[in-house]
């Protein structure tokens, strides 16, 4: 390996492999919760806009194999990207993402993330498990689980605007 290598591994920060699993019951019908992650519209309001932050781009294709590019910024803080792929939809049940977010050219985590909704009596039980690689001093499954609940309570103030 040469010197440049060397230094470069002994710099990078040390992967932390984790899962974790956030369950959420909306009163709406599973229908007008999967409605939620098919309307980009929608989408971009309850995902990614935020009083304390700037959209830069939002880019969103929900069909398998489509994409997602979200850009934005808090203040004083870095340019945060998502970039997603949809591996799976099944309308009204299931979505499986995979995605990478960066803060600025620094990668902060790789994750799969399944997100399952099942009838709960006229409601939706939605379950959001996620499989990631987060990096030490970067991100953290702490913070990740945080920011997901912190996102599905945004959803649930969307379902009933």
């Given amino acids: 390996m040469t010197d440049v290598m060397t230094e470069l591994a002994t710099e990078a920060p040390g992967a932390i492999h984790s899962t974790f ?3 959420r019951t909306y009163p709406q019908a599973p229908e007008r919760v999967f409605k939620a992650f098919e309307d980009t519209e929608l989408v971009r309001r309850w995902r990614v806009e935020d009083d304390n932050c700037d959209v830069l781009e939002f880019a969103y294709d929900f069909r398998v194999g489509g994409t997602e590019v979200s850009r934005f910024v808090f203040p004083g803080g870095p340019e945060i990207r998502l970039d997603a792929q949809f591996q799976d939809i099944v309308a009204n049940e299931r979505i499986i993402f995979t995605y990478r977010m960066m803060a600025g050219p620094v990668l902060l985590s790789v994750s799969l993330s ?7 009596g006229r409601g939706t039980e939605l379950t959001f498990s996620e ?12 913070n990740r689980e945080d920011g997901t609940r912190f996102i599905l309570e945004k ?7």
């Fill in 21 to 23: 699993r956030v369950s």
């Fill in 114 to 120: 399944t997100i399952e909704l099942k009838r709960s």
């Fill in 131 to 142: 499989q990631g690689v987060y990096f030490e001093g970067v991100d953290g499954p702490k």
């Fill in 155 to 161: 959803l649930a103030k969307a379902l009933v605007d």
